[in-house]
């Protein structure tokens, strides 16, 4: 059996990344929601859609002057920044989980054939 799986980091890093994917995947949804919501002009003094805003408020905040809204018709607007913090939290979460990798125990031989893989990749 290879020793990188059992190790006594795989088990911690494997909830760790587990966490991240969670948290990650609770965000979008969130934000994904409010992107709808104001595509399909959804009323904000609405229960649902005040709740979704409120919530969902201080995930969008960094990006809202990033971009201008696009108004589509009246009431219905395509939230470009909400697109982009999806994103951005996205690559986050990846760089989260790559710098958990970095913490799992690989053998020699396994560095040795990801560092050639590294400095002679295929074609």
Same mark, same amino acid.
């Given at each position: ?17 587990? @966490? ?14 409010? &992107?709808?919501?104001?595509? &399909? ?9 005040? &709740? @979704? ?9 960094? &990006? ?31 760089? @989260? ?27």
């Amino acid at each position: 059996m290879n020793s990188s799986y059992t190790s006594s980091s795989t088990k911690p890093i494997y909830h760790g990344t587990q @966490i991240v994917w969670y948290i990650l995947g609770f965000v979008e949804i969130l934000l994904a929601f409010r &992107f709808l919501l104001k595509l &399909f002009g959804a009323n904000p003094a609405a229960g649902f859609s005040s &709740f @979704i805003y409120g919530i969902t408020y201080v995930f969008a905040t960094p &990006f809202l002057s990033v971009f201008q809204s696009s108004q589509i018709a009246t009431g219905n607007i395509f939230e470009w920044t909400t697109l982009l913090a999806m994103l951005v939290y996205w690559v986050i979460a990846m760089g @989260i989980i790559k710098l958990f990798l970095m913490g799992k125990t690989v053998s020699t031989p396994e560095a040795a054939v990801k560092l050639d893989n590294l400095e002679n990749p295929k074609e």
